[in-house]
Each structure stands twice: as C-alpha cells, then as structure tokens.
C-alpha cells in the first residue's frame, strides 16, 4: 500500500494544474498540483493518521493487558504457596495429634490376657481423647 500512496502522489506532482502554464526548459516538476489531488492527498495523510493512532490504542491496550495477566500470575503462584504451607501445616498437625500412627497399629495380642485387654483400652482412652480435641 506505501508504494501505491507514493506513485500516486508522484503522478499528482507530475501533472501539471489545468492553467498553469509551465516554461518547458527542460525536465523541471511543475510548479503546482491540481486541487482536488491535493485534498485527496491530504485526506489520505489524515487516514494514515488515523490509522497509526488506533494502532497505537491497541499496542498500549496489548501491553495493559499482558502486565495485567502477568500480575494475575504472579498473584496465583503467590495463593498456590499459600496453599501448599496450609496443607503441610495441617498435615503436621494431623500426625502430632495421632503420634507417628501407632494408635491405629494393632497391639500382639500377649500371651497374658490381663494385659492384652489393658493394651486395648489404653487405645480405646488415646482415640476418645484425639477425637475429643478434634471437635
């Protein structure tokens, strides 16, 4: 399209205006340019213009939004870390109140009966005692 826009004023510039009369002494441009090829020709400089502006708009609107997305991703990451220590501090917390998972374990039954049953009620105590603190 630039190459169209400069042949055309070009060929404006080469046309002589209807009357003006030119002295032919070799190969000099004309002096003047028809009016109405002048009016087209700034017409479409103010579309160029035009055009260069909303480009610039939607550049400025492109970069808006790209720092926009990247504050939303920075913001995400920021949450997800967040996330992730909770779930480790709530992990933690789970096995320092049910100790390294001995109150599921069972107990070998001995070979005293006395104190197989004493074994399981000390487990029966340790698991009212955990679910009470977990309400």
Not at 71 to 77: G, Q
Request: glycine letters at 4%.
């Amino acid at each position: 399209m630039p190459d169209d826009f400069e042949t055309q004023i070009k060929r404006a510039i080469q046309k002589p205006a209807i009357g003006v009369h030119t002295k032919k002494k070799g190969s000099s441009p004309p002096v003047f340019v028809k009016l109405e090829r002048y009016k087209e020709i700034l017409q479409d400089i103010q579309k160029l213009k035009s055009y260069t502006l909303g480009l610039r708009d939607a550049l400025d609107a492109m970069a808006d939004i790209e720092k926009e997305f990247k504050t939303a991703m920075n913001l995400s990451d920021k949450v997800l870390d967040k996330v992730n220590i909770l779930i480790s501090s709530l992990d933690m917390k789970m096995l320092q109140k049910s100790g390294p998972l001995t109150a599921l374990t069972p107990i070998k039954p001995p070979t005293d009966i006395e104190n197989y049953v004493k074994g399981i009620y000390e487990q029966i105590e340790r698991l009212k005692t955990e679910l009470q603190s977990l309400e």
